[in-house]
């Protein structure tokens, strides 16, 4: 049975994505992968793949509830099929699925939790290093999919 493997990152919402990057690449010692000014995210990786930490700049006023968290992102072992097995079996259960993108180094779909929390399952779809080298150069952002019909 297809099964979540461990955390593949964590998005947070900032109130300053030019601070929050010079925090986490000058002081803790982060990669800087990908930044987009206009669009206000940065993507900061240890190095060993596409990204481990995501920072967004929060939409609206940046008030307390409004940053922080904005996923968290459970990696599971295999490929898209099994990431399918465990879509369907979240499904069956009752959980709404909220979107699933196409990221062109992931395939993803988004749940919240009973609380709110938004959870982001994933399987990656290029090695860790080819798949921070996509996300570095890539354009645009990711585009909705659909899970291919099962035969």
Do not use: W
Request: proline content about 3%; glycine content about 12%.
């Amino acid at each position: 049975m297809a099964g979540i493997n461990r955390v593949g990152h964590v998005v947070l919402y900032v109130s300053d994505v030019d601070e929050a990057v010079e925090f986490y690449r000058d002081k803790v010692g982060m990669e800087l992968v990908r930044y987009n000014e206009e669009r206000g995210l940065a993507f900061m990786s240890f190095g060993t793949q596409h990204h481990d930490l995501g920072l967004f700049r929060v939409r609206g006023e940046p008030t307390k509830g409004r940053l922080g968290l904005s996923h968290i992102a459970f990696v599971i072992s295999g490929g898209t099929a099994e990431l399918q097995e465990v879509h369907d079996r979240l499904a069956r259960n009752g959980v709404e699925i909220l979107e699933k993108i196409d990221y062109g180094y992931t395939h993803s779909f988004y749940i919240n939790d009973p609380d709110g929390n938004r959870v982001e399952i994933y399987c990656d779809l290029k090695a860790p290093l080819e798949g921070k080298q996509f996300l570095a150069e890539r354009p645009g952002s990711g585009k909705p999919f659909e899970f291919a019909a099962r035969s």
